[in-house]
């Protein structure tokens, strides 16, 4: 599925059914869970193989909210509610909209958790249409369009249970007129891992370039990785890690390259922009503040002041990690850009000559512009760089964090080296035990996987959530949070109105 090349009535599909989604949650149903699409392919007007195919690719305009495709996004919210991101909007405070974020302090009436929820269940009813329509298929091509399905459904109902917990697992088949519970752990999970070890032997290894953002079996094997790491199943963890990384064909490649080359060898399932208005990435666009872009000679992007790396995270990094390599305006290359900048006649960008002010200081922030800037391009946002979903790097990590607990110290080490040895820094001590060896793969988890919706993920499975974000609080404001202890902060509030809108559903402990 290429987004770059979807035909014209593709594309007006895609639209239709964004436009569903958002008219079905802000409608006056009698229920959240009765989305009803309003893009449905009327009976007799395509044939099976086509009509699969369009409300296939109808899944793909939801899937963007994975990525930075938008303001209001996932990864934005994912990784605020973490250590290593900052959100601006707002302010800092932590009763601000931001502020909420960053410190694990939301509500159920936050914007953001609300829009989570209605964002992914979007794309969970595109899905189900699709599977309820065409489960029963025996035509080889459309067997597949359902098994793309129920691998994004399995994906963000996986997303879902880490964020807010058991959710009410919607597949299209039940009797939803009076709501739905909240399905058990052991449900979840199951479902999860059934849908996700069916659709393995179902998709495809590789396919065209054209098709570029599909699911391979390939990503199934990479999110069943993901998926047993944070079961703490170690054993099926390692296998499928290293069956990916001895048999699936990717390599790691320069680190700015992930980032800033589509389809390049280490990414495993990419996220796709596609080349219209607000539907590119607008990262770069989301971070940067005016003064500083105008000062680096940036133009033609917008500046949202919206978002970067904490700074206290920022300062856990080895200063010679190329993965914070210093942005250099001369050659658009680079990613960090911090401390003191000045403008072309030699003042300060912040504060004074006499005294100036640094970036982090100013903005409470460092900008990081990981995708690479893209200058003079349409409504100065909406880059046309992908998002990975997947990618090998995570993959490598994965396994050898898996080998650490099964006590492989030797080989975990050797699989951390290889990133550490791509960042340009030394090879890890040779006489780390277990215990520092998970620290070690932790730290190394957040310095290169940041800004990609890992980071909360990693650091709930350490049990560190509340200590790592207590000192982002704690730099901040110079003390504790309030709320340091309080273990009903590492789960999202189930939002309000769909507390208001399905009655069977029951709100998460201490909100």
Not at 98 to 113: E, I, K, P, R, V
Not at 145 to 170: C, I, M, N, Q
Not at 358 to 372: M, N
Request: glycine share 8%; aromatic share 12%; proline share 4%.
């Amino acid at each position: 599925h290429t987004f770059n090349m979807i035909r014209k009535h593709s594309i007006q599909y895609i639209l239709l059914a964004l436009l569903a989604g958002n008219l079905a949650f802000t409608s006056c149903s009698d229920s959240m869970v009765e989305e009803k699409l309003f893009s449905q392919i009327g009976d007799g007007n395509l044939s099976d193989i086509e009509g699969a195919r369009l409300l296939t690719n109808g899944i793909y305009g939801y899937v963007q909210y994975f990525s930075y495709f938008g303001g209001n996004n996932w990864l934005m919210n994912v990784s605020s509610y973490s250590d290593e991101f900052f959100c601006n909007w707002g302010g800092t405070p932590e009763t601000g909209w931001g502020g909420a974020q960053n410190f694990l302090n939301m509500d159920a009436g936050h914007a953001m958790s609300e829009t989570n929820w209605n964002s992914v269940y979007s794309l969970i009813t595109q899905c189900n249409e699709v599977i309820t329509k065409y489960g029963e298929s025996t035509e080889p091509e459309i067997i597949q369009y359902v098994a793309e399905a129920r691998f994004w459904r399995a994906f963000s109902y996986d997303k879902l249970y880490h964020l807010f917990g058991t959710v009410p697992l919607v597949t299209g088949s039940q009797d939803i007129k009076n709501g739905i519970a909240r399905a058990s752990q052991e449900e979840m999970e199951s479902f999860i891992e059934t849908e996700l070890a069916d659709v393995e032997k179902v998709l495809p290894e590789t396919y065209s370039s054209t098709d570029y953002g599909r699911p391979t079996s390939w990503a199934v094997k990479a999110t069943l990785a993901r998926y047993y790491l944070n079961k703490k199943d170690w054993k099926k963890a390692s296998i499928y890690a290293k069956e990916i990384i001895d048999k699936g064909g990717f390599n790691l490649v320069d680190y700015q390259d992930i980032f800033s080359k589509n389809q390049n060898d280490e990414v495993i399932l990419a996220i796709n922009h596609i080349a219209e208005a607000n539907h590119g990435n607008k990262y770069v666009a989301l971070v940067l503040e005016a003064s500083i872009r105008d000062a680096l000679g940036i133009t033609g992007v917008s500046a949202s002041n919206g978002y970067g790396m904490a700074v206290p995270f920022f300062r856990t990094f080895d200063p010679d990690d190329k993965r914070i390599t210093p942005y250099n305006p001369a050659t658009g290359k680079g990613i960090a850009v911090s401390g003191i900048v000045y403008k072309s006649d030699g003042t300060p960008v912040y504060g004074t000559p006499e005294e100036p002010k640094s970036v982090e200081e100013q903005l409470s922030r460092i900008l990081t512009f990981k995708w690479e800037v893209q200058t003079n391009i349409p409504l100065g946002e909406d880059a046309s760089l992908n998002v990975p979903a997947l990618r090998l790097g995570e993959v490598m990590l994965t396994y050898a964090e898996a080998e650490n607990e099964l006590g492989h110290l030797e080989e975990a080490k050797t699989y951390v080296d290889k990133i550490r040895s791509r960042a340009g820094l030394e090879n890890l001590p040779a006489n780390l035990n277990m215990a520092s060896m998970r620290d070690a793969i932790l730290d190394e988890r957040g310095w290169e996987l940041y800004h990609e919706g890992y980071r909360r993920e990693d650091l709930v499975r350490h049990g560190k959530l509340l200590e790592k974000v207590n000192e982002k609080y704690h730099y901040y404001f110079g003390k504790d949070m309030p709320w340091k202890n309080n273990n009903d902060r590492i789960l999202q509030p189930i939002p309000t109105n769909a507390l208001l809108l399905n009655p069977l559903l029951k709100q998460n402990p201490g909100y």
